[in-house]
């Protein structure tokens, strides 16, 4: 049988039956995606294959989108100064305990950056199964600022390890800056234009629409910004999210359904291709590594403990028996991780050794944070109702 049939079957049978395996092994469907993916690879089942790696880039690049679909910039604006200047701290705090964790260890200055990443990718997943609640609108709103912070770290780490401290290192972060300053530009120009011409919303969505076009103008906004990043060599991951925020800063009041609309779509197929190839990429023999699990492990432990740590910020905000749900949804970002570990790793700035452990860690972060969460959300539901 060729690889290409072999691949296809084997996803397509991961991505039919995660959720019931999902369901009768209580475990998140996103972590038997990524079990189930390793376990494929082990038998042989998923080998590598370069369009199977365009399609899962292209579903790591729409979970990217969907995060940035729980962004409404004109809330955000809103969100009060306390609420700002906890959220900038927060992060503070996280890059200070990296820091010092990292000099003290003398781990390597990829660590710095490593430890404090915050994605919220997957806590479209987690709002998709608990609800639009307290605790996930406010992980949310914080870690946004965080991915934002993350984000210009990965362009930083990116262009360091490709140019060197050198000039095109400078030219690539100036080039970065003078782009979000050209978003910001043409947020608040279209933001003008929709306000004198609200029918622009009706002809790109009309209200009565049998050829789905709404999707059509996502999905090439989603591949505009895409381009855009790609033709400035700057992080692509960056250009989906702000695809995402676009959509719903501009749409979601004209079309309610739109975001949910684009996460079955995404959710249903593209994203699981994603997490099973993410498994897939992690050798499970190298678990006979010696010390390979204690420090992926280690790695999982000081992420989850410092953004707990860091979360009593928000004890006054959401209160004692919630605060630590902060931290934790900000527990795994997987993608990020993902991206950095395979940025250094191809650039040589880590050994093979720790890009499996950092590709474990998030295995592991996920696994764990899912569980802990949907414990503690129990826990917490029983106490409110005590």
């Known amino acids: 049988m060729g690889e290409e049939i072999l691949i296809i079957i084997s996803i397509s049978l991961i991505i039919f039956l995660s959720p019931l395996i999902s369901r009768v092994i209580k475990l998140p469907t996103i972590t038997v995606e990524i079990i189930l993916g390793a376990l494929a690879a082990y038998f042989a089942f998923i080998v590598e294959h370069s369009i199977l790696e365009l399609v899962a880039e292209l579903g790591f690049l729409y979970l990217m989108f969907l995060a940035g679909l729980e962004v409404d910039l004109k809330k955000l604006v809103n969100i009060s100064g306390d609420l700002f200047r906890k959220s900038i701290f927060y992060n503070i705090i996280l890059f200070s305990f990296a820091t010092a964790i990292t000099l003290y260890f003398e781990l390597g200055k990829i660590f710095i950056v490593v430890l404090p990443l915050i994605s919220i990718g997957l806590l479209a997943a987690l709002k998709k199964e608990y609800g639009d609640v307290e605790w996930i609108k406010l992980s949310i709103t914080v870690g946004l600022i965080g991915e934002i912070v993350s984000i210009f770290a990965l362009t930083t780490v990116s262009a360091a390890l490709e140019f060197g401290l050198n000039l095109e ?50 999905m090439a906004i989603f591949f505009l910004m895409i381009t855009v990043m790609m033709y400035l060599h700057l992080e692509v991951a960056f250009g989906a999210f702000i695809a995402g925020t676009f959509i719903t800063t501009f749409f979601e009041e004209h079309n309610k359904q739109l975001p949910h609309k684009l996460e079955h779509f995404g959710f249903g197929w593209l994203v699981p291709i994603f997490f099973i190839y993410v498994g897939s990429s992690f050798e499970i023999e190298s678990l006979l590594q010696v010390g390979l699990v204690k420090h992926a492990i280690l790695i999982s432990f000081v992420m989850i403990l410092i953004r707990i740590v860091a979360s009593t910020l928000f004890i006054k905000t959401i209160g004692w028996n919630r605060f630590y749900m902060i931290g934790l949804s900000h527990s795994m970002p997987l993608t990020l991780l993902i991206a950095v570990a395979t940025l250094a790793y191809h ?19 996920v696994l764990v944070v899912m569980i802990a969460i949907r414990l503690l959300s129990h826990f917490v539901k029983l106490s409110n109702n005590l």
């Open 169 to 218: 290192f400078y030219k690539t972060m100036a080039l970065f800056i003078f782009f979000l300053i050209f978003m910001i530009f043409v947020y608040k120009l279209f933001h003008n234009v929709i306000w004198w011409y609200p029918e622009i919303k009706t002809v790109l969505m009309p209200e009565k629409d049998n050829q789905e076009q709404d999707i059509r103008v996502s």
């Open 347 to 365: 650039n040589h700035s880590i050994t093979q050794y720790y890009y499996y452990a950092f590709i474990l860690a998030s295995i592991i972060e």
